[in-house]
């Protein structure tokens, strides 16, 4: 079955910077677009960023653009999201989940939180 | 940037009622790429109608979506208890994808 496992989440200090990873297993991962979604707490949520298949596409929000970096590695059916330049409101649990650009996100992983205060 | 405004923010219904969700988008949405997810406290989202209206595989034929261009609904027709949930409209159909706030359906 399906599976997306997140990690990397946890507590850094404002300007900061946090690397998540998302592991795939029970598809052929490198077939996919996949996406970073987020959600503050107690509020809706964000989609942040995808990345087509081959990686050869990329979109963020623009509230990311400049300080996060999307990228996947189809070898090890792994997704990435590097976050740089941290700030409060960057506060959120991070979703990873299949799908993207023409695609609804039929799997998501557990999240993984990320806190960023000093 | 197309925006998802969902409507009522919260639902008080009981158990057995018909719950009327909507979703307005701000232009039209490409294809119709809208979907609809459901997300219980603690969870991650689950997908529930994508298209406009395919249900995904195991999703029970109470919930059902429909609309095009700037206005969509999902319908639950017969409440149970476990659908007292928050429900989000999403459109995939241009970038930046997009949410809605979402709609709480709560019990009454």
């Known amino acids: 079955q399906v599976q997306l496992v997140e990690s990397g989440g946890g507590l850094v200090k404002p300007g900061g910077s946090l690397r998540l990873s998302c592991a795939a297993s029970g598809f052929a991962f490198s077939d996919y677009f996949m996406s970073w979604i987020r959600q503050a707490p107690g509020k809706g949520l964000e989609w942040v960023s995808y990345?087509?298949?081959?990686?050869?596409?990329?979109y963020y929000t623009d509230s990311v653009k400049g300080r996060f970096t999307i990228s996947r590695d189809n070898a090890k059916n792994s997704l990435y999201l590097q976050m740089n330049s941290l700030r409060a409101e960057d506060t959120a649990v991070y979703y990873c989940?299949?799908?993207?650009?023409?695609?609804?996100?039929?799997?998501w992983g557990q999240g993984t939180l990320v806190t960023v205060s000093s | 940037e197309i925006v998802l405004t969902q409507s009522p923010g919260t639902l008080s219904l009981s158990p057995g009622d018909r719950a009327t969700l909507s979703c307005r988008a701000s232009?039209?949405?490409?294809?119709?790429?809208l979907a609809w997810y459901q997300q219980k406290p603690g969870q991650a989202p689950r997908l529930l109608i994508y298209?406009?209206?395919s249900r995904v595989t195991g999703i029970p034929d109470r919930f059902s979506g429909r609309g095009s261009g700037t206005d969509f609904t999902l319908t639950i027709s017969r409440l149970e208890p476990e659908d007292f949930a928050v429900y989000y409209c999403?459109?995939?159909?241009?970038?930046?994808?997009?949410f809605g706030g979402g709609t709480k359906v709560e019990i009454k």
């Open positions: 999403q459109q995939y159909g241009r970038s930046p994808l997009t």
């Open positions: 990345i087509s298949s081959s990686g050869s596409t990329i």
């Open positions: 232009q039209s949405v490409p294809s119709s790429y």
């Open positions: 298209g406009e209206s």
């Open positions: 989940a299949r799908g993207g650009a023409v695609t609804s996100f039929h799997f």
